[in-house]
């Protein structure tokens, strides 16, 4: 019985030190602080991940530290870059001016990295063929094929850094991924452009279709 009646004066003593501890100011911590980068998105394109938080040092109440701690419930930082081609870092004076700013009843201390690396290109798209690679298609032994090979779309767009659209050759030779093909092929085939994050086309797969024949003996 004195278990049951102490218990909730416990639990009641506890919250009223929790709350009032709260309350109190002069606790530091450190927290990730989200951050929207902007920049001309038809223009250019990022070559490695941009950031999504910034790590900062802060002062203030416990309450405060305890809501910019739950970064879902933090207004974003927004950094825009005019040009990104000579930007390869955030100005972390003007990370701290604007992280000023946005602070209400806290104290920013310092940003907990020196520099926020970042890496921009132009953005660039290119037209390109496909055919299919007929040499590499693997038939069973006495089979050819023995149709026109049908290609839908003919051709694609693809979208990029500048560097890396430069690589693609006027033509893409598609692969047949079926192995031991002895009857006709009339399938949707995976150009594998979209497993590079950086890269976008305006299809990722395309219809291809021939006729398989057995060469009499």
Do not use: H
Not at 89 to 101: A, H, K, P
Not at 160 to 182: A, C, V
Request: charged share 20%; proline share 5%; with cysteine.
């Amino acid at each position: 019985m004195n278990l049951r009646i102490l218990a909730p004066c416990f639990l009641a003593a506890f919250i009223f030190w929790l709350l009032n501890a709260l309350n109190k100011s002069g606790y530091t911590t450190k927290i990730s602080y989200p951050i929207t980068i902007k920049y001309n998105e038809s223009a250019f394109v990022p070559i490695k991940p941009l950031p999504q938080t910034i790590g900062v040092s802060l002062s203030s109440t416990g309450w405060e530290l305890l809501r910019y701690s739950l970064v879902s419930n933090v207004k974003p930082l927004v950094y825009e870059i005019g040009n990104p081609l000579t930007t390869n870092q955030l100005d972390n004076i003007v990370l701290m001016e604007r992280l000023t700013s946005e602070l209400k009843n806290t104290r920013l201390n310092y940003l907990l990295a020196d520099t926020t690396t970042i890496s921009f290109e132009k953005k660039k798209s290119k037209i390109v063929k496909l055919k299919v690679d007929s040499l590499g298609i693997d038939l069973r032994k006495n089979f050819v094929v023995s149709s026109v090979i049908n290609i839908s779309p003919v051709s694609i767009e693809i979208e990029g850094p500048e560097s890396m659209i430069d690589t693609f050759d006027e033509t893409i030779l598609i692969k047949i991924p079926t192995k031991k093909l002895g009857t006709n092929f009339d399938e949707q085939v995976n150009l594998g452009i979209s497993k590079n994050p950086l890269l976008k086309s305006n299809i990722d797969k395309v219809m291809v279709s021939f006729e398989v024949a057995e060469l009499l003996k």
